[in-house]
């Protein structure tokens, strides 16, 4: 668990005013942003979503003391951005403000805006002044505390896989692939981990590995995916897993921004094209115990007990958690076959057809690869479903049964799912009930309530098509 940063003072940008205490990371990281005139107060949201304020840097001396309010319904509106008011959030309590207070050593440059800017991470606080049990990261932390009273500390990673996109859709309103900056012809064909594409948008590469650099963003690896105009960048493992779900929240935000500076759409949506491969949240996991060591540590001759414990548990809750991984009407074309995304819960060694991966490595550095999730989930609550359902997996000494050798999909029933399916599993999930209480799963159950009900009253073109004329 990462610990609040030693205080320091710093004095407010009028000389009259009374000095305040700033984390001191967060104080130096100010001092550095020169002549800092505007701080963006970011509260990720349950579809992972940042909303919040911007401040003037002055103001930011009271946020530090005294938090900030924003409306409680913020943490569960729906993609639209509108209240759910099924979750309670809304009308039934006058639409409260809540207290929102700085993540200590969140603060960060934001290097990409015209003027130097600051943004900052907040946390929403409940009535009786305790974190917000529904606050993602607030869920993804109190998973950590189950493990740190066991004497353990999971190791996270996190992979996103992304399209850039022409800014410009089609006249039908349909996104094209972005024009190559080097051939200036539009991308049409697939070259997966090719060094040229990475030549071709060396611009792009080159100003997130700034923007990573001025974020300390541990990326540390950039490929060109499966698709036109689609790749994957890497950030390098933390054992602090609430720490390497803020980079990927601040690398997604970086990712958008640069995108959209150099004339393209940075998109993490799920399955943008029918015909091409989708965008996936790998979380990679290993868990260390009080020693330091590996608990997964082994071979694919000899592997660790536990290890093939929290595979047997990821596989027991797979399903009652797939809200979290597929947590959009779109997430569920993802799963297609022969596309390198899991259509079931097997498990394997270096093998990119299952969903539970055992990437090649050494025996001391074995984890976990974690393949279900798209990247349009919120990362703070796909790796508490993982983590949370490893835990009840290392618990139960369960049996993941052998793992998979070769192609997947031709040795395994495929799992067709749909959206108001799982939906319904998590409202009726125990697993879900013991692990982040009634309250979390009660107000995420509705919220995709209301975006499966407000989805499925539109009238598409699709419907159109198919018949206006013909029925």
């Not at 003391?65 to 993609?79: E, F, H, K, Q």
């Amino acid at each position: 668990m990462s610990q609040n940063p030693p205080l320091a003072t710093v004095t407010a940008l009028d000389p009259m005013a009374a000095a305040t205490t700033l984390p001191a990371a967060d104080a130096a990281e100010l001092d550095a942003i020169a002549d800092c005139e505007l701080v963006d107060l970011l509260l990720p949201d349950m579809n992972g979503l940042l909303r919040g304020k911007r401040v003037t840097r002055d103001a930011l001396e009271k946020v530090y003391a005294n938090g900030v309010c924003l409306p409680m319904s913020l943490i569960a509106t729906d993609i639209t951005g509108n209240t759910v008011e099924e979750t309670g959030l809304g009308y039934d309590i006058g639409d409260e403000d809540r207290i929102c207070r700085p993540v200590p050593g969140s603060l960060r440059v934001v290097p990409w805006q015209n003027k130097p800017m600051a943004q900052l991470l907040l946390n929403m606080e409940d009535a009786s002044g305790g974190s917000f049990v529904a606050n993602p990261r607030e869920v993804l932390r109190r998973v950590l505390e189950r493990y740190r009273a066991l004497g353990l500390t999971p190791v996270v990673a996190v992979e996103l896989e992304f399209y850039l996109l022409d800014q410009t859709l089609t006249a039908k309103g349909e996104p094209q692939t972005s024009i190559n900056p080097a051939t200036r012809e539009r991308n049409a064909t697939t070259q997966v981990y090719y060094m040229e594409d990475l030549n071709d948008y060396q611009m792009f590469t080159d100003a997130v590995a700034d923007v990573c650099r001025a974020q300390k963003i541990p990326a540390d690896t950039a490929v060109a995916e499966y698709a036109p105009g689609q790749f994957e960048i890497n950030l390098k493992h933390r054992n602090d897993a609430l720490l390497a779900c803020d980079d990927a929240i601040y690398l997604k935000r970086a990712i958008k921004a640069i995108a959209s500076q150099q004339g393209m759409l940075a998109s993490f949506m799920a399955k943008p094209f029918v015909d091409q491969a989708g965008n996936g949240l790998h979380i990679h996991v290993s868990v260390l115990d009080r020693d330091g060591h590996n608990i997964f540590a082994g071979t694919p001759q000899s592997p660790a007990p536990a290890m093939l414990h929290a595979i047997a548990g990821m596989q027991a809750n797979a399903r009652d958690s797939m809200l979290i991984f597929a947590p959009h009407a779109n997430s569920y074309r993802r799963f297609v076959l022969n596309a390198f995304v899991p259509l079931n819960d097997c498990w394997g060694y270096n093998n990119r057809t299952v969903a539970m991966r055992i990437p090649h490595s050494d025996p001391a550095n074995m984890r976990i690869e974690h393949r279900i999730a798209g990247a349009d989930g919120n990362p703070y609550l796909v790796t508490a479903a993982v983590l949370a359902a490893m835990l009840e997996g290392l618990e139960a000494q369960g049996d993941p049964g052998p793992a998979i050798v070769g192609n997947a999909y031709e040795q395994t029933p495929a799992r067709t799912l749909f959206w108001r399916d799982t939906i319904r599993d998590f409202n009726e999930s125990d697993f879900i009930l013991r692990q982040f209480g009634q309250e979390f799963r009660h107000i995420y159950g509705q919220q995709k309530l209301k975006e499966l009900s407000s989805f499925y009253r539109e009238v598409t073109t699709l419907e159109y098509d198919w018949y206006l004329r013909t029925v």
